[in-house]
């Protein structure tokens, strides 16, 4: 079974800045079957990227995925005040793995 | 409106049993794979079963298997989770969610404590 790790575990920055988050997986896993999400506090958690790197409908063009193989990165290009949030990556295999999920807050 | 409602959590004695519903409108779940994620009172989420379309190929966590199933009613456009034997790292919100690689749309969960 894959295992996702998630890095940081948390990410403290200011509105405006980039944030840049982690997944590393245990094996090499197809790019096609990682997403991340998004959940805000007391939300239901909202996919934002799918197949690594494609923006999910409605989603602004300030997130961006990124990776391939083992190492798949989050990338969130300016900060905005509802950017807040803890974000998760996910894989597709015989079971639908999470990552312990990275807190982007507030520095 | 597409949406996913999720019902039936509630208050459970360990060793007890616990069914919840999702029930779907605005579009035809049985095209769709259904999934079963939850999350523990401040922890992340936790995938613990599918039920893929069209094959209705069945998948399950570790963490539940033997003691959950998931399952369709086509006529009701809805999708259930039987817990049985409930123990207290069984208390989460439960989510359905939509989709096979990734999911789309969630519903907003039901709150399942697991307690004596």
């Known amino acids: 079974e894959i295992v996702l790790t998630q890095s940081p575990g948390t990410l403290s920055l200011s509105p405006g800045e980039r944030a840049t988050l982690s997944c590393r997986a245990s094996?090499?896993?197809?790019?096609?079957?990682l997403a991340w999400y998004q959940q805000k506090p007391g939300q239901t958690p909202r996919v934002l990227i799918y197949?690594?790197?494609s923006r999910a409908t409605g989603i602004p063009d300030r997130f961006s995925g990124s990776g391939s193989g083992t190492d798949f990165t989050l990338t969130i290009s300016r900060l905005e005040p509802e950017d807040f949030a803890v974000y998760y990556c996910q894989h597709f295999g015989s079971s639908r793995t999470f990552g312990q999920g990275t807190k982007v807050d507030i520095k | 409106e597409v949406q996913l409602v999720e019902s039936g959590g509630g208050l459970v004695k360990p060793g007890g049993s616990l069914r919840l519903s999702c029930a779907a409108s605005g579009f035809t779940l049985s095209a769709y794979t259904l999934n079963w994620v939850r999350q523990a009172p401040g922890k992340g989420l936790e995938w613990i079963s599918s039920s893929s379309s069209p094959s209705f190929d069945i998948y399950y966590a570790d963490s539940v298997k033997g003691r959950f199933t998931i399952s369709r009613d086509d006529t009701l456009n809805s999708a259930f989770l039987q817990m049985n034997s409930l123990r207290a790292e069984d208390t989460a919100v439960y989510y359905c969610a939509r989709g096979e690689v990734w999911f789309d749309l969630w519903g907003q969960g039901t709150l399942v404590t697991v307690s004596s």
């Open positions: 197949s690594a790197s």
């Open positions: 094996q090499s896993v197809i790019s096609s079957y």
